[in-house]
């Protein structure tokens, strides 16, 4: 038996409009910072080690700015999702407890985020839009009146 169940579906971007735009100005200094190391040291002269070191952290700045950017959270009839390199998915049936937690003072940055409980493990959820964040205060009501 499953305690909450959302009035409608509601799907938006995983993170705000302030966090990419961060993201994003973050991502561009570092490649060019990168770039700057590039030219003023000869890095064909290093070891394949810091070679490998160095393409995998490129790798990993570019797979994480496009995650995102792309990431969508969904909150729909079977439970939460979100979209990441590796998907987050809980299940209503699942779920134990939930709460929104914040970074007071940087919520234009960092919007509260969904904490959901399931048995011994915790998942957190971003939302990124109003819709979002207003569902997920519902949920977390829900939760803190099942008590």
């Known amino acids: 038996m499953q ?3 959302p009035t409608a579906a509601v799907c938006g971007p995983a993170y705000g409009a302030g966090f990419k735009l961060v993201a994003s ?3 561009v200094v570092l490649l060019g910072y990168g770039a700057s ?3 003023r040291f000869p890095l064909l002269s290093f070891g394949i080690g810091v070679k490998a ?3 995998g952290a490129g790798a990993m700045l570019l797979v ?3 995650w995102f950017l792309r990431s969508r959270t969904t909150v729909d009839a079977g439970g939460i999702r979100q979209s990441w390199v590796i998907d987050k998915q809980v299940d209503w049936r699942d779920v134990r407890g ?3 937690i914040g970074i007071p003072y940087a919520g234009w940055l960092f919007p509260p985020r969904m904490v959901v409980r399931t048995g011994n493990s915790f ?3 971003n939302g990124g839009s109003q819709a979002l964040l207003v569902e997920f205060a519902k949920i977390s009501l829900a939760f803190q009146m099942k008590r």
């Open 3 to 5: 305690f909450y169940q």
């Open 25 to 27: 100005l973050l991502t």
């Open 37 to 39: 190391i590039a030219l």
């Open 53 to 55: 070191l160095l393409l």
């Open 64 to 66: 994480s700015y496009y």
């Open 98 to 100: 939930a709460k929104m």
């Open 123 to 125: 998942t957190t959820f």
